[in-house]
């Protein structure tokens, strides 16, 4: 099945299109699996192509294998009480837009807007507000170039999935480069641009040249590395190699090398299965080639990798292939979060398990880190002090950039599973950077 490095993408969407079902591989799901695909792809955004499909999933392992719950919905990702819902809704014959109502209702209770994205991030221009910026940490400011809102394949974890859903005024989208770099300009403090969607490498190199000459050519000299997150590498390698831009994005990324910036490939890759394959080392050689670093991250998640066994191997293969890793994450309390979540002291064994696998070259890596309201909050560990179990926690990025390397103190407790889960240590009744924040806004 393994096609050697040639291929044409072809896209397999449920709603309006419904070509899902022309997926070969399907035959080895039974009834019900395909209907419940169905039945949660109204409500969590559904989104696969050819090469998920024949080289990532092996589809003897079905339904358990990691790349298909990656991608493919199943019925554990809603709550019983929802899919009910959505099954009865589809089986009463309701028409489409009564459907989709049902289905909107169900989202809104998905937390669809984690960690104050909504109200405290969006930059200003004297009054005007840019929405296709977030500018939360002091040296990096997030860019969602409007043409970069959708990926390849969606992520069934996926915190970004109001902006696939049409949940229209969540989508983060500006057109003009143009305020972006006066807002560079004028903020002489950010260092870091981060290209960011969606998956900014869906866009071809016809527009995303463009955002870059107009940055590159803007000369903003605070501005230092240029990075973009993206799935590309994990969902769709032939962008670097058979894609018809495939030549012209590599060579637009030599440009920003060229012109003196730190250009960072932000790779997002859950499993070493997306590090295997013929095309993804092909495609990564084709990246590093242009000069560009390439680093590393991913959630910790339940039913894909929740195994230091898995993050060791991941890791290694990185390294490898002359890789970053940067960081582990923790699987954020939004969609599906109840079939991936990991609490946070179980997600710290992982890590640390991991990471007395392998030598000091892969732990550049950090983690495990949850992208908070009040900045990047790393798990440091459980210890015991005065016989009490305490768990460790640090600032990795602060909203405050005063928090960053602050270590602070919460009461043990195993089941919690994000920052608002956990109670300060030692009887304080607030974190000490809550006196700035309220966590429940
Ligand atoms: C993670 C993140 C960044 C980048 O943080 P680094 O630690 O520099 O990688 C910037 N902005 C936001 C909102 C983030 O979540
Ligand atoms: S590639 Fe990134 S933005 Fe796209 S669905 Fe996956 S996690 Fe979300």
């Not at 007395?356 to 890596?365: D, H, N």
């Not at 974190?431 to 429940?440: A, K, M, P, S």
């Amino acid at each position: 099945m393994n096609n050697p490095i040639m291929a044409k993408s072809i896209t397999y969407q449920s709603f309006a299109q419904h070509n899902y079902k022309q997926i070969p591989q399907l035959n080895y799901l039974n009834d019900e699996q395909i209907r419940d695909i169905e039945i949660v792809s109204h409500v969590l955004p559904f989104k696969t192509n050819n090469y998920v499909v024949n080289e990532l999933i092996n589809w003897e392992n079905v339904p358990d294998d990691p790349i298909y719950t990656l991608t493919f919905p199943k019925k554990e990702m809603l709550t019983d009480e929802h899919y009910n819902l959505m099954k009865k809704v589809i089986e009463s014959g309701a028409s489409k837009d009564e459907i989709k109502k049902a289905a909107h209702a169900i989202r809104l209770q998905l937390n669809p807007h984690p960690a104050g994205q909504l109200e405290h991030n969006i930059p200003m221009i004297e009054d005007y507000k840019l929405t296709g910026m977030q500018h939360k940490y002091r040296e990096t400011v997030l860019f969602f170039p409007s043409q970069g809102q959708t990926c390849h394949a969606y992520c069934s974890f996926c915190f970004r999935w109001p902006q696939f859903v049409g949940m229209d005024e969540w989508k983060f989208a500006m057109r003009e480069t143009e305020l972006l770099i006066k807002y560079l300009q004028e903020h002489k403090e950010v260092t870091d641009l981060l290209f960011t969607g969606g998956d900014p490498m869906i866009m071809k190199n016809k527009i995303f040249s463009t955002y870059i000459d107009a940055i590159l050519d803007a000369d903003i000299p605070n501005l230092q590395t240029i990075r973009i997150g993206t799935k590309v590498l994990g969902y769709w390698p032939y962008k670097f190699i058979t894609d018809d831009d495939a030549d012209d994005t590599l060579r637009t990324f030599e440009k920003i090398v060229k012109s003196g910036k730190n250009l960072a490939i932000m790779a997002h890759f859950n499993h070493p299965v997306e590090l295997s394959t013929k095309a993804v080392k092909k495609a990564i050689k084709r990246v590093l080639q242009t000069g560009a670093q390439i680093r590393t991250q991913s959630p910790v998640m339940k039913n894909i990798n929740a195994d230091p066994k898995i993050w060791a191997a991941m890791w290694r293969k990185q390294v490898n292939l002359n890789c970053i890793p940067y960081y582990m994450f923790v699987a954020r309390d939004t969609g599906a979060q109840h079939y991936f979540k990991v609490p946070l002291v179980e997600a710290w064994e992982i890590f640390r398990k991991a990471y007395q696998q392998v030598s000091g070259i892969c732990r550049t890596v950090r983690g495990p880190s949850m992208s908070a309201t009040p900045g990047k909050i790393q798990i440091l560990g459980v210890s015991e002090t005065g016989g009490k179990k305490i768990i460790t926690l640090r600032f990795l990025q602060g909203r405050n950039p005063d928090w960053a390397a602050q270590p602070f103190f919460a009461e043990f407790d195993e089941n919690a599973a994000w920052l608002t889960d956990l109670k300060p240590a030692f009887g304080d009744d607030k974190f000490f950077f809550e006196e700035e924040i309220n966590l429940f806004q």
